[in-house]
């Protein structure tokens, strides 16, 4: 059976979704297909307040928030031509300050494919889909980067029209408790224990920069403006 074919045949119980548990096992196994690492499919909702998070599929805790920052500019009306794919390949050949490189190496990966697709009647919801995979470029895999992401992109409309046919009371949004990733909370860990920025750097072995960005991703979650804050906030969270 070609490739492609049996890749969208894994697609076919979105038919008959109906509750969240079943898009996420529709979920699982397309990945699977697909040789994926991980994968994480959140429906991001425009509301006048900005853009909400209404539901979140992971397959591993936390990895979905260190990604976040890959989606933004995806997400943003402005840019980009009616019917153009909003994609970006990310891999551990890049530049290492990228905002993902650092969870790349943690969670294993060699590549993350990250892209927002629109549902078949397009309108204030999108869905916003990444896949990581262990290999670099397409020779690394067995299917070249262009094929993947049309696949990956057909598979997101598909999912996000699935969302949007289940009954409301199976479609609440997804729960506003904050949440850190495993390496803002590393960051901050070390903070709490009156290490600087430097010294956090050489621990974890990457850059002062990237500890930086880290913290100021937690200090946006937790809503405070520096370390003790920060820490303090996280320890009453049961964050840390």
Same mark, same amino acid.
């Given at each position: 059976?070609?490739?492609?074919?049996? &890749?969208?045949?894994? $697609? +076919? *119980?979105?038919?008959?979704?109906? !509750?969240? %548990?079943?898009?996420?096992?529709?979920?699982?196994?397309?990945?699977?297909?697909?040789?994926?690492?991980?994968?994480?499919?959140?429906?991001?909702?425009?509301?006048?307040?900005?853009?909400?998070?209404?539901?979140?599929?992971?397959?591993?805790?936390?990895?979905?928030?260190?990604?976040?920052?890959?989606?933004?500019?995806?997400?943003?009306?402005?840019?980009?031509?009616?019917?153009?794919?909003?994609?970006?390949?990310?891999?551990?050949?890049?530049?290492?300050?990228?905002?993902?490189?650092?969870?790349?190496?943690?969670?294993?990966?060699?590549?993350?494919?990250?892209? &927002?697709?629109?549902? $078949? +009647? *397009?309108?204030?919801?999108?869905? !916003?889909? %990444?896949?990581?995979?262990?290999?670099?470029?397409?020779?690394?895999?067995?299917?070249?980067?262009?094929?993947?992401?049309?696949?990956?992109?057909?598979?997101?409309?598909?999912?996000?029209?699935?969302?949007?046919?289940?009954?409301?009371?199976?479609?609440?949004?997804?729960?506003?408790?904050?949440?850190?990733?495993?390496?803002?909370?590393?960051?901050?860990?070390?903070?709490?224990?009156?290490?600087?920025?430097?010294?956090?750097?050489?621990?974890?072995?990457?850059?002062?920069?990237?500890?930086?960005?880290?913290?100021?991703?937690?200090?946006?979650?937790?809503?405070?403006?520096?370390?003790?804050?920060?820490?303090?906030?996280?320890?009453?969270?049961?964050?840390?």
């Amino acid at each position: 059976m070609r490739f492609a074919t049996r &890749v969208l045949r894994s $697609l +076919r *119980p979105l038919i008959g979704a109906s !509750c969240p %548990a079943d898009i996420d096992k529709v979920i699982s196994d397309f990945a699977a297909e697909l040789d994926a690492m991980h994968y994480a499919l959140g429906i991001i909702q425009h509301t006048p307040e900005g853009d909400m998070l209404r539901w979140l599929c992971e397959d591993a805790r936390c990895w979905w928030e260190a990604f976040r920052p890959e989606f933004s500019p995806l997400i943003a009306a402005t840019g980009w031509h009616t019917g153009q794919m909003r994609v970006a390949w990310r891999t551990l050949d890049d530049d290492p300050f990228f905002p993902a490189y650092d969870e790349l190496q943690r969670l294993g990966a060699r590549s993350g494919l990250f892209l &927002v697709a629109d549902g $078949l +009647r *397009p309108g204030d919801t999108v869905a !916003c889909f %990444a896949l990581l995979f262990g290999f670099a470029d397409a020779t690394g895999g067995r299917h070249a980067h262009a094929q993947l992401t049309d696949l990956c992109h057909h598979a997101a409309s598909l999912l996000l029209d699935a969302y949007l046919r289940l009954p409301c009371q199976e479609r609440k949004p997804t729960c506003a408790l904050t949440r850190l990733s495993a390496r803002e909370q590393e960051c901050l860990r070390w903070a709490s224990v009156g290490k600087t920025g430097g010294e956090t750097a050489q621990i974890l072995g990457v850059s002062e920069r990237t500890v930086n960005f880290h913290l100021g991703n937690s200090f946006a979650k937790l809503k405070v403006n520096n370390k003790q804050a920060a820490v303090a906030q996280a320890i009453l969270r049961g964050l840390l």
